[in-house]
């Protein structure tokens, strides 16, 4: 260990300064969770997740031996959005996201999704997806509203934002109709519940991911609540039985030479944490997608 002190690392992700011009990938947070079906607060997640990533500076990843810090990276703040107003706040994140060519998002809830989807297919068409949850988020609607965090990929493949059939769903396990699991299905997306992840292997996990994407361009999603409430107690619609984080972890290592587009972790809500290990396992998330990219 040597330079500054943990506690002292400036407030941005893995305390970068890099001038975004110089960056490979850029960090957003998104402060948006006026869309949320449960428990609010994951407004304060990307500040929360940022403060957490202080533990991951001291060195490289020892599954690899990289550091993202060598990419480099660079932190651009958080996304304008427009106060208590949707639809203005996704037009709002669209227009902002486009002008990155590879993204990481620290949300806000998974609403936030969608516009940065939005972005991405206007540049590349339709993309795969890799969707780490416990919710399918294909319901049509959720209470009457159209756009909220539980109907992000339902919008995402109508709007033919992805490819359903290059689309995999991971920890899934919530009550759900069954006519939504129907539906998700029959457009071609691959469900791999909890329960069979947790019977299967991460290198298992990353192999039929691999097989389902293929080698396109691929966007990664992942909320927090894919973990266990154990694991990651801040979270807005925590469900029992979930991931551990090692396996979560072990699986996003395995990914490796997927062309891995962007990526946005969301959900962490801090008012709803203890001891910040849901915002320190997002943080651990994102820089374990980051070293996928850093040089050895």
């Not at 480099?72 to 958080?78: E, K, L, Q, S, W």
């Not at 516009?115 to 399918?136: M, Q, S, T």
């Not at 298992?204 to 609540?225: C, H, M, N, W």
Request: charged residues 20%; hydrophobic residues 40%; proline residues 7%.
């Amino acid at each position: 260990m040597g330079g500054t002190p943990t506690f002292a690392i400036p407030h941005a992700f893995l305390g970068t300064k890099t001038d975004p011009k110089d960056a490979k990938v850029c960090i957003a947070g998104v402060p948006f969770d006026i869309a949320v079906t449960n428990r609010s607060g994951s407004r304060f997640g990307p500040h929360a997740i940022r403060h957490a990533s202080r533990m991951l500076v001291d060195g490289d990843n020892p599954a690899n031996w990289r550091d993202p810090l060598h990419l480099p990276i660079a932190d651009v703040g958080d996304f304008q959005i427009s106060l208590g107003k949707i639809e203005e706040s996704l037009d709002l994140i669209e227009k902002q996201a486009s002008a990155y060519d590879h993204l990481v998002t620290l949300g806000g809830d998974h609403t936030i999704a969608l516009p940065l989807l939005r972005a991405i297919a206007k540049k590349r068409g339709p993309v795969g997806l890799i969707h780490f949850d416990a919710h399918l988020d294909t319901w049509p609607d959720n209470f009457g509203t159209v756009y909220a965090h539980g109907s992000v990929f339902y919008h995402a493949i109508t709007e033919g934002l992805v490819d359903p059939k290059r689309m995999i769903q991971i920890g899934i396990r919530s009550p759900v109709q069954r006519e939504i699991w129907d539906w998700t299905e029959a457009q071609g997306v691959t469900i791999l519940d909890a329960e069979s992840v947790h019977t299967s292997t991460p290198a298992a996990i990353a192999q039929k991911i691999r097989e389902v994407v293929g080698s396109q361009p691929t966007y990664l999603s992942f909320d927090i609540d894919a973990l266990d409430p154990s694991q990651a107690p801040g979270t807005g619609t925590p469900e029992v039985g979930g991931m551990f984080t090692w396996q979560a972890m072990s699986i996003i290592k395995k990914l490796e030479g997927l062309n891995l587009i962007g990526m946005d972790l969301v959900e962490v809500c801090p008012p709803y944490d203890i001891a910040e290990i849901s915002a320190l396992a997002g943080a651990s998330l994102v820089w374990n997608y980051l070293t996928l990219f850093a040089r050895a």
